[in-house]
């Protein structure tokens, strides 16, 4: 007989699970939906969170890191600026969709009423049988909104999902749908403007129809002691492009998951990232491309600085089918340490079944040019205020890439601000 060891759920898995058997009578779907949050819900139970033994966990072992679930839903907040100005703004308020507001070509509901109504629309399956985020905010989640976006559409205006919340437990699913030729901003952002501890748990999935041009923003800007666990799904089709930009400048432990699959001829994904870390934080960037047709491209850069006793990490992969030949991809990862304390781990892979490809990786970590550092200082300029600049200017380089003034201007004011907080 082959019996499996039963495991002692550490004081945070506790609190999950607990978080599920309270809120179980509660959270939105009919009986197949329960039943899926049930099954999800067991396996957290049964085999507790990864540790560094799962290999796609091995430089962020949650078991360890996620050591207390905050209870209940938070205090009552209100909607903030949009990060670009002129953005529509559709809110999740502590963890609540709104009504979406008339929006040419714009069309939808909210998740909580397509789990009602059993949309299945709204997967509740696994990435992978390591898939705990997956896992988590399936069993949880509440609400979120479901997104149709007309072919043809040019957005006037970027759209804004902001999750906004001040502590507590907010678990959101979002599905995005792009249809054809359709161009425009859309921002997916998370907030916290009080200090109260929050667990955060955010699943999107993200389709580009033919031609579609999209630039998609994920701003994380969580608390001091937040935990933010997100995951982003992504399909490409025929001539898709898409310019995805990922910013960390908040949060005690982070994990972002990106997972891409790139289905149609002549897509093309850039995506570039941007990790600000200070203090004794933890922030994951965990990237997956599936190469699976011929005469695709990607580019992907990530940046990271490193203050105190941060600690931070990049997985990429990237992975080319047999039949995607004409394949151009390339990934770098960047680091500044700016503390003898600070450490950051890079894992760049290729996966390549494909003969006929121009493929690369590559990761370095470094502190300021001395060389540069001394230019500034020579002309006057203070130590603290040269090393910002320098630091400023290494970063905003992959902001300016995605070619768009008006996002630029307001990450450079964020990474600005993160700055003056944490030299």
């Known amino acids: 007989m082959n019996m499996q060891k039963q495991i002692t759920l550490t004081a945070a898995e506790e609190a999950l699970v607990a978080s599920f058997g309270r809120l179980a009578g509660s959270l939105p779907g009919n009986a197949e939906v329960t039943t899926e949050r049930d099954?999800?819900?067991?396996?957290?139970?049964?085999?507790?969170?990864?540790t560094r033994r799962v290999e796609a966990w091995h430089y962020t072992d949650l078991r360890n890191l996620l050591r207390t679930v905050p209870e209940g839903s938070g205090e009552a907040v209100n909607a903030l600026s949009p990060l670009l100005p002129?953005?529509?703004?559709?809110?999740?308020?502590?963890?609540?969709?709104?009504?979406?507001?008339?929006?040419?070509?714009?069309s939808g509901g909210n998740t909580a009423d397509a789990l009602a109504n059993g949309d299945t629309a709204v997967r509740l399956e696994l990435a992978h049988k390591d898939d705990a985020i997956g896992r988590i905010n399936g069993a949880l989640m509440s609400d979120g909104y479901i997104l149709d976006i007309a072919e043809g559409t040019t957005l006037a205006e970027p759209l804004e999902i902001q999750s906004v919340h001040d502590g507590g437990q907010v678990h959101n699913?979002?599905?995005?749908?792009?249809?054809?030729?359709?161009?425009?901003m859309l921002v997916e952002r998370h907030v916290a403007p009080q200090g109260d501890a929050a667990l955060v748990s955010s699943l999107t999935s993200l389709s580009l129809g033919k031609d579609a041009e999209i630039t998609y923003v994920v701003m994380q800007q969580q608390g001091a002691e937040d935990s933010h666990l997100g995951k982003l799904r992504i399909e490409l089709g025929e001539n898709a492009r898409l310019k995805l930009l990922i910013v960390n400048a908040g949060g005690k432990l982070v994990r972002h998951e990106i997972d891409c699959t790139v289905n149609g001829e002549g897509a093309d994904l850039t995506l570039r990232g941007v990790n600000l870390l200070g203090g004794e934080t933890h922030t994951d960037i965990t990237f997956d491309l599936g190469h699976n047709v011929p005469n695709t491209t990607?580019?992907?850069?990530?940046?990271?600085?490193?203050?105190?006793?941060?600690?931070?990490?990049?997985?990429?992969?990237?992975?080319?089918?047999?039949?995607?030949q004409?394949?151009?991809?390339?990934?770098?990862?960047?680091?500044?340490?700016m503390s003898d304390f600070g450490t950051f781990s890079a894992k760049p892979e290729l996966e390549i079944f494909a003969d006929d490809v121009q493929c690369g990786h590559g990761a370095t970590v470094t502190d300021i040019d001395p060389n540069h550092l001394y230019y500034l200082m020579a002309r006057g300029i203070p130590r603290k205020v040269a090393e910002g600049l320098l630091i400023n200017a290494f970063v905003a380089e992959v902001v300016e890439e995605l070619d768009n003034e008006q996002l630029s201007e307001a990450v450079e004011a964020i990474i600005t601000d993160w700055l003056d907080r944490h030299e």
């Open 86 to 106: 002129g953005s529509a703004v559709l809110p999740l308020v502590q963890g609540r969709a709104s009504h979406i507001p008339a929006i040419d070509g714009v």
């Open 298 to 324: 990607s580019t992907e850069v990530v940046r990271n600085v490193v203050f105190d006793k941060a600690r931070g990490v990049f997985q990429g992969l990237i992975r080319v089918a047999q039949d995607a």
């Open 39 to 50: 099954r999800l819900a067991g396996e957290l139970r049964s085999n507790g969170l990864p």
């Open 173 to 184: 699913r979002n599905r995005i749908d792009v249809g054809e030729g359709v161009s425009g």
């Open 326 to 337: 004409k394949t151009d991809a390339k990934m770098s990862c960047n680091t500044l340490l």
